[in-house]
């Protein structure tokens, strides 16, 4: 196999190109209402994926919000691109060892699905070569390092309108491509994590869920190079690399044996058979049945048997055609193989084959929909993929799911959707721009890692947890409050992730410093820490409003002492027989009693200075 990734990186720096702030919200404004038309590009062809975007007929509305300008709407020329942006793209150019181009010319990329308002992207190309070196002693090639306008956040769909919002629109993205270079799942999220951490160390880059995200290309031997979109879960990035080299490994499979049985597919406008089916009062084809839309049956000859997933493998060529009828508008399909199920029948399924003229390894597809037009025009997008599969994978977008698997988007974009934007100048980069970005070169990961590890002697593993898990300025800023670095490190890197592991709990660097101070100062013990957490994340208000909550507050060390004999007193017998050696029989139920009140090794202590006096009280040994 071979990867290679594209991550991309929005900026803190307001718009790419109007001044409005590069920041979210959730106040909505007056909305208004396109329709977008896919246009040839400088070549003048209309580029593929932007011709079947425009065949699906739909509206686009935007929502405004309080910070959005007549730039964002279209209705004004972009301004001068934002330096601050710029000034970031070329200091990335400069850690990668990439050669800035001599001339920045802004581009046009035409995107039609309605996350921009004019039907375009902008974006320019800042510079190309370059290499990232892995800790593993490899080096990743860098291909291009662009600067573009991240896209409008959409916010849904019904009855053929999308509405997106405008916030997003135009905040600068950062693109930093990689070369085919990747060899591996894990080692395509150790490059995301190399590149993230570079960027981050540029101070200028939102932070946040959504705020970076990775495109990755994937292509096995005799497959295709597939782009998956928009992943931004990076603990994901190696199970999409190795579930997409698994979906190959299925399809070319099933394209062997399509080619063993010269399979072949039939006429793609397909076989009206919605007579077959007046009479089915349940699933996804009985709405023919009153007369809402035809049903459409496409032969697919040889294929039979092969649509269905493979043994051990959730991959399967029914679910590829299925993506193509969901991509033209149509909720799915129907294939031969998973039948009888869904209200189809045996004698439904006998019927449609007499029709076809089917044979025992043959197949078939059924479709329907309300509208005979867009019915037909998906049979036909199914049967392109259809016979694509006799040729083994098609290249293609996909969408990442949350499983770690994919869905398939639309054809690879290319060449033809791109044009000169005749509004923003060229861009000179001078040498004198470079020599200055030069003299102020933030301090790189790598060095970063070993300046936390001397520094607060810690491990490079932890450290490394701390720097690649984008934590290191809270790691700082608790530190330099005077907390201890090893319990500031797994508060951070274990503690607080486990109390959410969806990442929506974002305590307060107040919050965390209180909740650090009352574990210093024996408050509570270490150990009580994740406690304290959950309440939080649970909703308490504060860490003593928590701590009060879970009955961790009050605990004496006299206290401890008072539980330690009663358990040693309990189990005097024991104690007399094994004496030291019953330490570990009765440290878990001492545990059980004062867990997270006091610190662990004090209890060991407590425990075994009472089994040495036979837990007969603090005095018992004085007596004697």
């Known amino acids: 196999m071979k990867a290679g990734l594209e991550v991309h990186q929005q900026l803190a720096t307001g718009k790419l190109f109007c001044a409005c702030p590069s920041e979210l919200t959730e106040e909505v404004g007056p909305t208004f209402v396109r329709r977008l038309r896919a246009t040839s590009g400088e070549n003048l062809r209309v580029d593929r994926a932007a011709s079947l975007q425009a065949e699906r007929g739909l509206r686009y509305r935007y929502e405004t919000g309080p910070a959005n300008c007549l730039v964002d709407m279209d209705e004004e020329p972009p301004h001068p691109m934002n330096e601050a942006a710029l000034d970031t793209a070329l200091t990335l150019a400069v850690l990668l060892d990439a050669r800035p181009v001599d001339e920045i010319a802004v581009m046009r990329k035409i995107v039609i699905d309605g996350s921009n308002t004019s039907g375009f992207q902008r974006t320019a190309l800042i510079a190309m070569g370059g290499h990232l070196d892995l800790a593993s002693g490899r080096s990743v090639s860098i291909q291009s390092i662009c ?43 150790e490059v995301a994590e190399e590149i993230g951490a570079l960027l981050r160390a540029t101070r200028r880059v939102r932070r946040g869920i959504g705020t970076i995200r990775e495109d990755l290309n994937v292509s096995t031997d005799g497959g295709q190079r597939i782009e998956i979109k928009g992943v931004q879960e990076l603990r994901l990035v190696h199970e999409y690399v190795e579930g997409e080299v698994r979906r190959q490994e299925v399809l070319l499979a099933v394209r062997e044996a399509l080619r063993a ?19 089915i009062v349940q699933g996804p084809l009985s709405a023919a049945s009153r007369h809402e839309g035809p049903i459409l049956a496409l032969a697919l ?47 439904h399924v006998a019927a449609v084959r007499a029709d076809l003229g089917s044979g025992p390894d043959d197949a078939f597809a059924l479709l329907t929909d ?3 037009e867009r019915a037909r025009g ?42 000169p934007e005749t509004d923003v100048p060229p861009i000179p980069v001078t040498p004198e721009r470079i020599a200055r970005i030069r003299a102020r070169l933030p301090e790189r990961p790598s060095a970063r890692l070993a300046r936390l590890a001397h520094d607060h002697g810690l491990g490079t593993e932890v450290v490394r947890q701390v720097v690649y898990g984008d934590l290191e300025d809270r790691f700082e800023e608790l530190t330099g409050r005077g907390h201890s670095p090893v319990l500031v490190a797994r508060l951070l890197t274990q503690e607080l992730p486990a109390a959410a592991p969806d990442g929506g709990f974002e305590p307060s660097p107040a919050t965390l410093d209180a909740l650090l101070g009352a574990a210093e100062s024996g408050r509570i013990a270490k150990e009580g820490i994740p406690t304290v957490l959950r309440g939080l994340a649970n909703g308490a208000p504060s860490v003593e409003a928590a701590i009060g909550a879970a009955g961790l507050g009050g605990f004496t060390a006299q206290d401890l002492d008072a539980v330690v004999a009663r358990v040693v007193d309990a189990n005097a017998e024991l104690v007399r027989r094994r004496g030291p050696e019953s330490f570990s029989a009765l440290m878990g139920d001492v545990m059980k009693e004062v867990r997270g009140r006091r610190d662990g090794r004090e209890v060991a202590e407590a425990l075994r200075r009472a089994i040495a006096r036979g837990g007969r009280g603090p005095d018992a040994v004085g007596a004697a």
């Open 301 to 347: 000859p040889g294929f039979g048997g092969l649509l269905r997933s493979a043994p051990g493998s959730d991959e399967r060529l029914g679910r590829e055609l299925a993506d193509q009828a969901r991509a033209a508008g149509l909720r799915g399909l129907l294939h031969s193989d998973e039948l009888p199920n869904y209200g189809v029948t045996a004698d």
């Open 261 to 279: 049985r010269q399979a072949h597919v039939g006429d793609p406008g397909g076989v009206d058979v919605t007579a077959r089916f007046s009479d």
């Open 378 to 419: 998906a049979l036909r997008r199914v049967a392109e993929r259809a016979a694509a599969a006799l040729d083994g994978i098609p290249g293609e977008t996909r969408d990442p799911l949350p499983d770690g698997r994919t869905r398939y988007s639309r054809p690879l974009p290319g060449g033809d959707r791109m044009y």
């Open 370 to 372: 309300r509208s005979p």
């Open 147 to 189: 600067l573009e306008e991240d896209a409008a956040r959409r916010m849904g769909e019904e009855s053929g309108e999308v509405t997106y919002r405008l916030d997003r629109l135009g905040i600068p993205l950062i693109e930093i491509a990689t070369g085919p270079d990747v060899r591996s799942g894990p080692e395509a999220r």
